[in-house]
């Protein structure tokens, strides 16, 4: 009998340890982070023989991939103690700000065990490093009105099947009877309708901005730039899958062509102003190019755009959509949009392209606002942007 009760216990111990963590604790602490804004990474791995951390609080480095430039997160060696504990500290203080990172351990990358705060970014999750004070209160949720975030499915008539949106409605949507200007919030190359949610902070964003009176309550939508599935992994008829990002034709012109029935689904369902002074189209990286492509073709829906580390030379190849880029840009820019603004960073790998836009953007005297960071092709500036975008809207 003592043996069936003790078993019985066992079993009742391990049953509620596969529910619920309460028996665990971390390695060690990590990441620290000081008064003074520098920060300690620690990982124990006795066995290891080589640890990085790679980070988006490290400078970043450029690198030849398929002859094409491409920007590395930065990494720094980390240092081995006594105890098997590896550590890293930076050598100068991290500014505020929300940033990703990992470990490589022997080659193999992993999140920090001791956070718990962890991201997916397109086919890898990071952990999360905030850095409190300065602009990134923004990213914070504060004691102030929320808005509502939905997840809505729509039918899209070109792919021939249903796919989902991601929709941020400010506090004070549901009563007040008002309808609302919209912003197309759009992801770049592998990220999904979450991305600007998990990863770009938008709705903290938006709460904290508008609830300063520094940014005009508004609808947000950000749809799946990725034709060709029908929402993010593991939330769609596919499954739980990884994202192939050679599989998928994001380049193909068919988001672009589907874009005016995304905008007359949202204009059905929400309480929306229907008019081009009303609306905004934003994007980073590929989701840039989109955001350019869409609005050089119906120059009819969008006052405002809003391209960030853009996509903006990219090879369009004989896609119809993409065809007469001159004569599409002179006839969106006679119908005088009142903000057409480009973001970039200095040591993004995008820069000289960018630099090419404007240019051309100059040369035929098209009213632009052009806006330069330090920084490359991370996160850490998407967040930046949106929060400069957003002040000048409506």
């Known amino acids: 009998m003592r043996k069936i009760t003790l ?36 990982l124990v791995a006795p066995q290891a023989k080589e640890v990085f951390v790679v980070g988006e609080f490290l400078p970043p480095s450029i690198v030849m991939k398929d002859g094409m430039p491409t920007q590395m997160t930065g990494t720094a060696a980390m240092r081995k103690g006594g105890d098997g504990v590896w550590s890293f500290t930076t ?24 956070n718990i705060y962890t991201t997916r970014d397109v086919v890898k999750s990071t952990s999360i490093l905030f850095v409190e004070g300065g602009w990134s209160d923004y990213f914070r949720d504060q004691d102030v009105p929320h808005g509502s975030l939905s997840y809505v499915w729509y039918h899209c008539d070109k792919s021939e099947r249903d796919r989902r949106l991601t ?31 998990t990863l770009g902070r938008a709705v903290q964003i938006l709460d904290n901005l508008i609830a300063q009176g520094k940014v005009k309550p508004m609808i947000v939508v950000m749809p799946n730039g990725n034709i060709d599935l ?27 062509e589907s874009f005016p029935g995304i905008i007359r689904f949202i204009d059905k ?20 190019f989109h955001a350019m492509q869409i609005s050089r073709a119906y120059p009819d829906y969008f006052d405002y755009v809003g391209l960030f580390s853009a996509a903006v030379g990219h ?61 490359g092709h991370t ?7 949106l929060t400069e975008f957003l002040r000048r809207l409506f």
């Open 91 to 114: 050598l100068r203080p991290v500014e505020p700000g929300y940033y990703n990172y990992s470990f490589i351990v022997d080659g193999v990358t992993i999140t920090d065990p001791s």
């Open 230 to 256: 029908q929402a993010a992994p593991g939330h769609g008829p596919e499954g739980f899958f990884t994202p192939d990002l050679d599989s998928l034709h994001n380049y193909s012109g068919l988001f672009e």
């Open 167 to 197: 929709v941020y409605t400010p506090a004070g949507y549901e009563s007040s009877g008002l309808r609302y200007p919209v912003l197309y919030l759009l992801h770049g190359m592998g990220g999904d309708e979450e991305s600007w949610v």
């Open 7 to 42: 078993f019985l216990f066992i079993f009742h111990i391990l049953h509620l340890s596969a529910q619920e963590a309460i028996w665990w604790k971390t390695p060690t602490i990590s990441p620290e982070i000081y008064d003074n804004n520098t920060v300690t990474f620690r």
């Open 269 to 288: 369902a929400y309480h929306t102003v229907p008019r081009k002074q009303s609306r905004a189209i934003a994007g980073l990286s590929m989701g840039g």
């Open 315 to 375: 090879e369009a190849g004989d896609i119809p959509i993409y065809q007469n880029p001159m004569e599409k840009l002179r006839t969106q820019f006679s119908k005088k949009p009142a903000l057409y603004w480009i973001a970039i960073g200095k040591e993004d790998f995008l820069y000289d392209a960018n630099a090419e836009y404007v240019q051309l953007l100059e040369t035929n005297r098209f009213r632009y606002e052009y806006f330069e960071t330090g920084g």
């Open 379 to 385: 996160w850490y500036n998407w967040r930046f942007y």
